[in-house]
């Protein structure tokens, strides 16, 4: 059930753009994106809900695909405070859902001046 | 600050032992959420609580157990303490269970457990 992300890892110069990617083989009902720094809690970027349109804030954004149930994160323009690890959340539809998450195993960026 | 705190923040125990962790939830939120996560690994679900039932397990061990109170406050007990359990255990809010997806679920600051 777990979902699954790519890359890994990531290295970034400021200014440039990032791809993460998250992928369910499960139905979603839901797909939630985290950031955390080393050592804190895991920080909220976003939600995104099936049937519901692409959200972003700023330089950050996300697309939901219910069809392939895969998601995608896009930075834009890196900055330097960028830099962490960040988690897909999936919330599986079970016909309804449960609330919780299931995280992928992460992703971590690392923006270099 | 994400409103839900934890205590203790860190922990230091030894093996065979039994700790317990505690959790406030935001206010309002009827949800709660025990997460494990280990060094560089991603967060493991254990299990959920809402409005003082268990709403969903997740890879929670036998020697570990939950619960929710009528306050709303939850506690996690691990007990027989090995070396492995050493972990951060995060504690997460939402607003609502299964009647209500699509929560945003909240962070706690963690409790840092190690075993000795």
């Known amino acids: 059930q777990q979902p699954v992300q790519s890359p890994q890892a990531v290295i970034l110069r400021e200014g440039e753009d990032a791809v993460i990617n998250c992928s369910s083989s499960k139905a979603l009902y839901s797909v939630h994106w985290y950031r955390q720094k080393h050592g804190e809690a895991p920080v909220f970027l976003m939600i995104l809900l099936k049937g519901g349109e692409q959200k972003g804030h700023e330089k950050i954004s996300a697309s939901f695909n219910e069809k392939k149930q895969q998601s995608s994160l896009y930075l834009t323009a890196s900055q330097l405070s960028y830099s962490g690890t960040y988690f897909c959340?999936?919330?599986?539809?079970?016909?309804?859902?449960?609330?919780?998450?299931?995280f992928g195993k992460g992703t971590k960026l690392s923006v270099k001046p | 600050d994400s409103g839900v705190t934890q205590t203790p923040k860190h922990l230091i125990t030894a093996t065979g032992q039994r700790v317990t962790l505690r959790c406030s939830p935001r206010s309002g939120d009827l949800s709660v959420y025990w997460y494990q996560q280990s060094l560089d690994q991603g967060l493991q679900f254990l299990i959920q609580y809402y409005n003082g039932e268990e709403r969903a397990k997740g890879n929670i061990l036998e020697r570990f157990s939950a619960q929710q109170f009528p306050d709303l406050h939850s506690e996690l007990n691990l007990s027989s303490l090995e070396l492995g359990d050493s972990a951060l255990y995060f504690c997460a809010s939402s607003v609502g269970g299964s009647e209500r997806p699509g929560n945003t679920i909240y962070f706690g600051e963690g409790s840092w457990l190690t075993v000795v």
């Open positions: 959340g999936t919330e599986i539809d079970y016909g309804g859902s449960q609330g919780n998450l299931i």
